[in-house]
Structures are given as C-alpha cells and as structure tokens.
C-alpha cells in the first residue's frame, strides 16, 4: 500500500480576536484537532457548515497558515514549521482553485498571461514554449486556444472556473485544492466542470482535497469524505459507508437536507435545535452536544474520541449509530 500524499496530525488552529488594549485575550478555534490522510489519485473531501474550519484546513495544508501545533506532512516532508523559502519549490506541488472564478483572476491580464504565470515563475520555459503549453491547456479544460487573447470579463463564471483549472494544472501539480470550486455557478454548468475534474484525475493522475458545503456536489466527486464540526472532524469514511450508513448525528442531519428529486419519496428531515455555537467558546464535551437530539451528561462532560468502526470508518461520537439502534 502506499503512502498518504498528505498526512494532517492532531492540528489545531486558533485566531485572535482581541478588541482593544485592555481587553482579554480572545481565540477563535477554527481547526481543533484534525487528522486525516489523503492518498496519491484520491478525492478527499471537507464537508460541513459555513465556519467549521475546512477552508482553514486548506490552508494549513498548502502553507498559507501556519498551524499553533500538529503536523501537516505533504510528498513525506514534515511543512509545518518550515520557512517560505523552504516551502517556495513545493508550491508548484499544491495549486488551489477558488470558489470565486472572476475573483481569483487578475482583470487586467490577458488569459494566456494568468494560465502562463505559474511556469515563469517555476520554470525556465521561454515565452514561446509557455504560450504553447498554455493552449495545450485551454483545449484540454474544453476552451479555444484563441480565448489566450481574451480577458476575464469576456468569459462566463464556467468558462472562468475552466481557466482557473487550467491555471492549476499548468506545473503539473501533485495536489488541487478545490475550495468551493462550483458553488458559485449554475447546477447544470456544476456538473460539467466536476465532470472536466474527474476526467483531468483520470488523465492526469490528479489528487484532490475537494472542500463544499453541498453533500450532492460531494457525492458526485468523492472518493473518501470528512464531516467537518466547529473546527473538528466528526466522521470519515468512504463514500458509499458515509451516503449508506452514516454514523454520526450530525452527518444523519445534514445527509437528510439533502434534495432527493422524487415528489413520491417520503424524506425524514432531522432538524437540529439551536444555533452553531460559539467558535470563541466552544462547548464542554462533546462540541455537538448542544444540539444533538441524543445528548446524555456523558457528552456534555467527556469529550469524545475518534473511534474505528468497520476497517475504514471513523466516527467520533460516544454513541455511533444511536438513532439506528433505537430505531
């Protein structure tokens, strides 16, 4: 078997919130204690409410924060810790792309110039080269290698998001992280890009840390999945587990919001109580206990640890399944 492309251990991530002075120092806890494994070729997805940390996560693993403690280990290197310039040949390694499509690119350049940029600075290409990888890869994402000339206004937030793609794809990277790559465009256009990102995986032998708020989108891409909750992990498993037998109250809740397009099915919606607590100042236990519709004072005492359940599904709950057994 072989080893995981990127390792993130016990990491944690807090920001300071301090008002004034005199005020007491404050943290938000935006990533408290994750750990996964994302191995070479797969889909690894971050799921989760807006604010639980799976942005943050991304970040960490591509080196733009710098995790208070744990490991981020990527390609068998320990990144942690180490500077900007040890991190600067990696970065040809790890490539994002963006939730925002005409945001994340540079108005004023031309396509061919923002499609280009990565290989004048990673590589010695002359401009000639350049140009001609760069149309290599407007055919390949299902652009004309005449948009090269245009600028971003004079395409649509798909044909944007396929540049952003391309973008990525330029240095030939080990990892993509697609942080809400397609939330801000149209389903049917959706589905078109994550058809282009699986076809490039394919092709390309691409690894991807894929991050969403919509369990529909993941269930299309994924190969393996995690439930993100106030800034931790509550569940992983493989995709076909988690969509069939979720184990966690929070991923049977969200699973249920999910549309199902069958007026005749009937759907059980679970609907938590309360609000998404403080990140400030988390709850004791349990992080999930506040709203769990089978709390006990265990989960408002004792925090819960990850526990194995069937090989490669991982729940951190005191009580797994517990709406299964009691129904």
């Not at 990127?6 to 204690?33: I, L, P």
């Not at 604010?51 to 996560?57: D, N, R, Y």
């Amino acid at each position: 078997m072989s080893a995981p492309l990127v390792s993130v251990k016990d990491a944690v991530k807090t920001f300071s919130v301090n008002k004034g002075f005199m005020a007491q120092k404050k943290y938000v806890h935006a990533v408290n204690d994750v750990s996964f494994d994302i191995m070479p070729g797969e889909t690894f997805s971050l799921v989760g409410e807006s604010g639980c940390g799976k942005s943050t996560t991304g970040r960490l693993i591509n080196h733009l924060l710098v995790p208070d403690s744990g490991e981020v280990w990527f390609n068998g290197k320990d990144i942690a810790k180490i500077s900007e310039k040890e991190m600067r040949p990696l970065r040809k390694d790890v490539q994002m792309i963006f939730q925002d499509p005409y945001g994340s690119l540079n108005p004023r350049m031309k396509i061919q110039d923002i499609i280009g940029e990565p290989l004048l600075i990673h590589t010695s290409m002359s401009a000639g080269e350049r140009l001609k990888r760069v149309q290599e890869l407007l055919e390949i994402v299902g652009l004309n290698s005449n948009h090269g000339e245009r600028y971003p206004h004079e395409f649509s937030g798909g044909q944007l998001q396929r540049v952003g793609i391309a973008r990525a794809m330029t240095v030939n990277p080990k990892l993509i992280i697609a942080d809400e790559p397609v939330s801000a465009l149209d389903v049917s256009i959706q589905a078109q890009v994550l058809n282009l990102m699986q076809q490039l995986q394919k092709d390309f032998n691409l690894t991807y840390l894929f991050i969403s708020h919509d369990l529909s989108v993941v269930e299309m891409i994924s190969d393996k999945i995690a439930v993100m909750y106030l800034g931790t992990i509550v569940e992983t498993a493989p995709k076909k587990k988690l969509y069939g037998k979720p184990l966690h109250p929070y991923t049977k809740a969200l699973l249920s919001a999910v549309p199902v397009p069958d007026p005749t099915r009937d759907k059980n919606r679970i609907l938590l109580k309360g609000d998404l607590p403080s990140p400030v100042n988390p709850p004791s236990g349990c992080l999930f206990h506040t709203r769990c519709p089978h709390c006990t004072e265990k989960c408002k005492t004792e925090k819960p640890k990850m526990q194995v359940m069937d090989g490669d599904h991982m729940v951190k709950c005191h009580y797994p399944g517990i709406a299964d057994k009691e129904a």
